[in-house]
């Protein structure tokens, strides 16, 4: 599957309309002592995402795009009803990932620079009772460039959500990663199904660098 779109053009992602939001780039999601490593993952790929991830926030910010972080924060003990029920049902005895105030929730990759919202969460899309939508559209911000971990669970969640929510999205197909090389293919070949606009860190890049 390719990762081009060849309709990328630099005025649907101008800096003024537009937010890249880094999901979940996290020890747990991506590090060699994170989480899903000790439970045998293969984080390589995600590594990989992470790196091109670094040059995609530098080259967002070089251009005056807002960059957001999105982080999974974990509450042992203070789950709903539902969330109990179902990590029961599945039979799962896993340490819980990136928990508030442990290494596994700290970023991997680019981190967060002074005043860039962080924007934490419970669910999988970065939308779900965070108000991160009512944030942006309050800030004129319609389009967004997506990048992040894993991309089946909560970059593709998150992709959907917002489509949901009247935004133009973008995914940075090299700057987001799956455990499995076919997740990662078949997320993004459904959400270019549904309108989703690929490409690369680096076509990003020139297409920013094109805008001014």
Known sequence: MTD???????????????????????????????????????????????????????AARGAGVSVLFVRLLNHPGDENRIAREAKARHCKDDPDLCVEGTHGAEFIGPQPMPGEAVISKTQFSAFARTGLAEQLHAQTVDTLVLAGLTTECCVASSAWDAFERDFHIFIASDACAAYEDSLHDEALRALKMSGAILGTSAEFAQAWKNSK
Do not use: N
């Open 4 to 58: 081009r779109h060849p309709l990328l053009q630099p005025e649907w992602i101008a800096p003024e309309r537009t937010a890249l939001v880094l999901i979940d780039m996290q020890v747990d999601f991506g590090a060699s002592d994170g989480e899903m490593a000790k439970r045998g993952a293969d984080v390589k790929p995600a590594q990989a995402a992470v790196v091109k991830a670094e040059a995609l926030a530098e």
